[in-house]
């Protein structure tokens, strides 16, 4: 997959821009996890990676998009820095503030909190070793936060909190924290006060390299599993080892037949598991004979014991039955991907990312397929992909674009159909995110948006990393 050049990015002069949405006074918040301000509309937070803040070069900036019966717009917003008050740390050239995003309810408040990474952050004479942070939610939005427990044993360069997952992984009925770099992986454990930060926290062994993390339950039993797709020599598409809380401890799985670097976990066949998906978007070569050529994507089903190693999963590409376009080099199909139930008939659906689609001319313009859960699985009929070019969706398909640069599936107008948010990194050289309505009949171009870094006044690479 080639990679776009960085190009420069606009500055920030300010650490926190608003226009901010706030409950009613009487109103109780939502407890919704990406409700930042409790207002009952689940919120969207993309990264602006390579921002500048004053003088810092790609200090990173985080833009929360707050939700409503119309969704998102330009107006109710916040860009959120390290320069921003009450916000840990100081923006500095390189942080990449908001190479990872997570959200959950840390602090038992009722308001989502954000977990921010800032992969590029450095300590003392040690650079890029990383950092993680969470911004906590209240009525007036996201406000103020708290440093999560730096490790000692940290690498130069190992991108800590480049992967970052929220869920209840040891089922105390308190939400938790993991981060993950290329050296280290750590649990931060709840309850989480706003003062000293997580309960305790301790670095995950059994692991090798890996930058990613996927959160969800596959067994059902409330407790969510923790996903680590990580490299390995001879295997250069992902070992993927999951974890699972037993009662008295977490035991550790392999699914030695399961290729990818990245994923989502949702309930495609509605049969109370949470599913596993894993984008393995690489090309197949000496190295990596597995795959298809342009990407793909794969469903392990879960269960009451995770997702059976020996089970044969359910394989989607662009060269499948219905699904449109064809596998070509580099499309990069399954880079991204997210789950949500976009038509409300109780099966979570897919949004599967091809950034480097080709589209007519325009290279490296990007694609979005959706495809449908159903009682039998994921299936490839009703499939649809969208790129700016299709009728309805704002913008025009142009090179480096990367329309899927990263994509979300969350239902940000409380109408009960997860709504599509698609980041375009490359949009006019600095990005952009697109949302398309979720509908009884599937996704919808009608009310389609398109928001670019230029109208919300931030820098570089916005729309790299949207929170899940």
């Not at 990015?9 to 821009?17: D, E, I, M, R």
């Not at 990676?49 to 990173?60: E, F, I």
């Not at 890029?128 to 490790?151: A, E, N």
């Not at 924290?177 to 454990?189: A, D, I, K, P």
């Amino acid at each position: 997959m080639r990679k776009r050049p960085l190009l420069l990015a606009a500055t920030l002069t300010t650490g926190l821009l608003t226009a901010l949405p706030a409950t009613s006074a009487s109103a109780a918040p939502s407890g919704l996890a990406g409700d930042f301000n409790g207002d009952g509309y689940r919120d969207v937070a993309v990264s602006a990676l390579c921002t500048d803040v004053g003088s810092a070069s790609c200090a990173g900036a985080v833009v929360v998009l707050y939700g409503s019966s119309s969704g998102v717009s330009a107006t109710r917003k916040a860009v959120i820095t390290q320069n921003s008050p009450g916000v840990p740390g100081t923006a500095e050239a390189g942080d990449v503030f908001g190479s990872s995003l997570a959200a959950a309810d840390l602090d038992r408040d009722g308001y989502s909190d954000l977990v921010v990474g800032s992969s590029g952050e450095s300590i003392g004479d040690r650079d890029g070793i990383g950092s993680g942070t969470v911004l906590w939610g209240s009525k007036s939005g996201l406000s103020g936060g708290k440093g999560l427990p730096q490790p000692s044993t940290l690498s130069e360069w190992g991108g800590f909190s480049h992967g970052a997952a929220t869920g209840d992984f040891d089922g105390d009925g308190d939400m938790d924290v993991t981060l993950t770099g290329q050296s280290h992986t750590r649990m931060y454990l709840g309850p989480f006060t706003r003062t000293g930060g997580p309960l305790s926290h301790y670095g995950v062994g059994e692991l090798g390299s890996t930058y990613d993390v996927i959160a969800g339950d596959l067994t059902g039993d409330g407790a969510a599993e923790r996903v680590y797709p990580f490299g390995v020599d001879g295997d250069s598409g992902g070992d993927i080892r999951y974890y699972r809380w037993t009662g008295g401890g977490y035991k550790f799985t392999a699914l030695p037949n399961a290729d990818g670097l990245g994923g989502s976990i949702a309930d495609i066949n509605g049969d109370g598991y949470g599913d596993l998906v894993l984008g393995d978007s690489s090309d197949p070569n000496a190295d990596k004979p597995g795959g298809h050529k342009g990407g793909q994507i794969t469903v392990w089903y879960g269960g009451p014991n995770g997702p059976d190693p020996a089970q044969q999963p359910t394989v989607v590409h662009q060269d499948s039955t219905n699904v449109p376009g064809s596998g070509e080099t580099d499309d990069g199909f399954g880079m991204y991907v997210s789950t949500g139930d976009i038509n409300g008939d109780g099966f979570a659906d897919v949004a599967v990312a091809a950034p480097g689609e080709d589209v007519g001319a325009a290279t490296e313009a990007g694609s979005v397929t959706v495809l449908f859960g159903s009682a039998s699985g994921l299936k490839t009929s009703g499939s649809k992909s969208y790129t700016q070019n299709t009728a309805g969706v704002p913008g025009t398909a142009e090179s480096w674009d990367r329309f899927g640069s990263a994509v979300d599936l969350t239902d940000i107008t409380k109408d009960g159909k997860a709504d599509l948010t698609i980041g375009v990194d490359g949009e006019n050289g600095a990005g952009g995110v697109w949302t398309l309505r979720g509908s009884s009949a599937g996704l919808t171009t009608s009310g389609a948006q398109g928001l670019t870094a230029t109208v919300l006044k931030v820098g570089n690479n916005f729309g790299s990393v949207i929170a899940q």
